[in-house]
């Protein structure tokens, strides 16, 4: 219990510095010479506090009444690669959603089929690293779902989520779970905010819900998945472009 007290407390100080700071975006915080140092120092924390809490543990869901007026969108807000841009002047009936990598039945899912299987809809908290927190209402399939269906082989080990919107340096955002977080009953693959269609600067048309965690491992513009046995040859190696900036990988709350 004191380990995860500990946890918190660094999370709570973390979001209160960055809020005070009032930086502009993720971007911005990772210009700074100490963000990465201050996140990346509770990298061993982070894994033991994981461990020590509950994988069936539940993030906290809220009522309608509870909803922001707005939701703040985070990171990027409209991707311009030619093939999103296509996607998105056809209203999305184009999309399809790929996983592949290390699973038995690799697939491709369009929308449609997407929104048959069984869903979920929870009203959670997104907490941002800049230290702002916003609530809505969630709609999509559980990431669970998709992987049975895909049916990850033995030697798979994490889920590595590729999108569709590219960074000031030209590489593609991507970010990752561990089975633990991929299976949980809480993360689930959004295509509606608020009982409406998501919104483009939200993510549209799918991204990544995964509420006991901070906002940018919340994958937005989600072109493919995969599962893999490590990151070593991924990018920078490390889980995903912030872990590649040095953030922390586990960034539970």
Request: hydrophobic share 40%.
């Amino acid at each position: 219990m004191k380990l995860i007290n500990r946890r918190r407390r660094f999370l709570r100080d973390a979001l209160a510095l960055t809020g005070a700071v009032a930086l502009g975006g993720c971007d911005k915080l990772s210009e700074t010479d100490w963000a990465p140092k201050v996140l990346g120092s509770a990298t061993a924390l982070s894994h033991a506090a994981q461990g020590a809490l509950s994988r069936n543990a539940m993030a906290r869901e809220y009522t309608e009444a509870d909803i922001s007026p707005e939701f703040r969108p985070n990171g990027s807000t409209d991707p311009q690669s030619a093939a999103y841009r296509a996607l998105a002047a056809n209203g999305f009936r184009g999309y399809r959603l790929a996983i592949g990598g290390l699973v038995a039945h690799p697939m491709s899912l369009s929308l449609d089929e997407l929104r048959a299987l069984p869903n979920r809809t929870q009203i959670t908290r997104h907490d941002c690293v800049e230290g702002w927190s916003v609530i809505g209402k969630w709609t999509g399939v559980q990431l669970s779902h998709v992987l049975h269906m895909a049916q990850p082989t033995a030697a798979a080990r994490y889920v590595v989520f590729r999108c569709y919107d590219a960074m000031d340096d030209g590489s593609e955002y991507y970010e990752s779970l561990g089975f633990d977080d991929a299976y949980h009953p809480q993360t689930i693959l959004a295509w509606a905010l608020n009982g409406k269609t998501l919104p483009i600067p939200n993510g549209a048309p799918l991204r990544l819900r995964v509420p006991r965690q901070l906002g940018y491992k919340m994958a937005k513009y989600l072109r493919r998945i995969d599962l893999v046995a490590s990151f070593k040859d991924i990018e920078g190696g490390a889980g995903g472009y912030w872990e590649d900036q040095g953030y922390q990988w586990y960034a539970g709350i």
